[in-house]
């Protein structure tokens, strides 16, 4: 059975990555799903104001477990450009999200894949152009329902950035709505 790809932003990959190791390129599931994120992840990371804060994405065991980037033909990073160009040239007449973002969103249209992320301007894009979007909090869901992950990894990780306020009104609510009975 192929891969069932999800892209996970920067937001989320930085909120997860911590907890479930290794986060990315691990097939979980009867659907294999597997996580991915894209290079640009990696340039954003290399920011001081992102390393002093997450010191911990420096060291070797999360730089090697990002080195996995989704496989796309010519055909299909002509029309993820484009795509970009297209969302950027839109993005630049409303308020929106980065261009690490908005690339993002146009590899979820053109791969018609997930992407993870708990930006409410880039799900806004994203949904604006019927591309997929699943909150981290979904992901968890999936990740508990195939086994990946169990619900004490969950609390502790939601306890976690409750602690230090990253844990936004909307995970909150998501989190009510898919864990309310566990």
Wanted: charged share 25%; hydrophobic share 40%.
């Amino acid at each position: 059975m192929p891969q069932s790809k999800i892209l996970v932003d920067t937001n989320a990959y930085l909120r997860l990555a911590k907890t479930i190791r290794p986060l990315l390129f691990v097939p979980f599931g009867d659907n294999e799903y597997c996580l991915y994120i894209l290079p640009e992840l990696n340039g954003e990371l290399k920011t001081s104001k992102l390393q002093n804060k997450f010191n911990w994405v420096t060291e070797q065991e999360f730089v090697e477990n990002r080195v996995y980037f989704p496989k796309i033909s010519k055909a299909q990073k002509s029309s993820i450009k484009q795509t970009y160009d297209y969302l950027w040239d839109y993005v630049q007449d409303n308020p929106g999200p980065s261009q690490v973002d908005t690339l993002y969103v146009a590899y979820a249209i053109e791969l018609n894949i997930p992407v993870v992320t708990d930006d409410r301007d880039m799900a806004d894009l994203a949904l604006a152009f019927d591309a997929q979007v699943l909150s981290t909090v979904e992901l968890l869901k999936i990740m508990f329902d195939c086994g990946h992950v169990d619900m004490q990894a969950i609390k502790g990780l939601c306890e976690y950035l409750r602690y230090w306020a990253d844990f936004t009104p909307a995970m909150e609510a998501d989190y009510k709505r898919l864990f309310t009975d566990k």
